[in-house]
């Protein structure tokens, strides 16, 4: 199992996370985006970070490599037995990748603070959509998206948040108040052993967004 990543980009996350749980052993292969190396292109038909190459097969596409990880390596199980929680859980990873991380990252790349205040009630309003119908529908007692066992939703999701000091830091952006929901997953995400394997510190995510944000 080879895994080619790069330690900025939260699509990658997604997958370190899925193998860090699933505690399948993988050969961690760091890539430089601005100097991409031949065997990397050769795996990778996107040039994009995740690529996994397992039993001589290339997959790409974090959502997609981590399906097949949860498929593969069946414990522990990253997704819900019955069909149709299943389906709810792809609906909220879905949310993330459709609507949420663009206006989430269009807080941090937003270069006029005139438009500041809208851009944050955008996001804010997403979260306030997860909050309530996410996690108020499906979560239950928590602490994760879909109860008490971690998800690929959570996986989906989790590296953004991760990012959230540099989002803090340039742009004085923090999970909202109305959303105690998530704030609580937040903090129960970064106290698991296979995000904390994987974690940057602050710090780097600071300098790692300054060029969005400048
Ligand atoms: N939809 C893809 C997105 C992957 C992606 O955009 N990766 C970025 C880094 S965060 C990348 O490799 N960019 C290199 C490039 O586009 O040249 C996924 O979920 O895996």
Partial sequence: ??????????????????????????????????????????????????????????????????????????????????????????IWIHYFDTYFNADFYAVIQNKDAAKDEELKAKINERFLVAEQQGFGELSGEGPYWLGSKVSLVDLAWYPYFERLPAWAHYRNFKIPDNCPKIAAWAEAMAGRASVQEAANDPAYYIEGYARYAA
């Fill in 1 to 90: 199992m080879e895994l080619f990543t790069a330690r900025v980009c939260p699509y990658a996350h997604r997958t370190r996370l899925a193998l860090l749980e699933k505690g399948v052993p993988f050969e961690h292969i760091e890539e430089d985006l601005r100097n991409k190396s031949e065997r990397f292109m050769k795996a990778s038909p996107y040039g994009k970070v995740p690529a996994l190459v397992h039993n001589g097969q290339t997959l790409y596409e974090s959502l997609i490599i981590n399906e097949y990880l949860d498929e593969t390596f069946p414990e522990p199980p990253l997704m819900p037995a019955d069909p149709a929680l299943r389906a709810r859980a792809r």
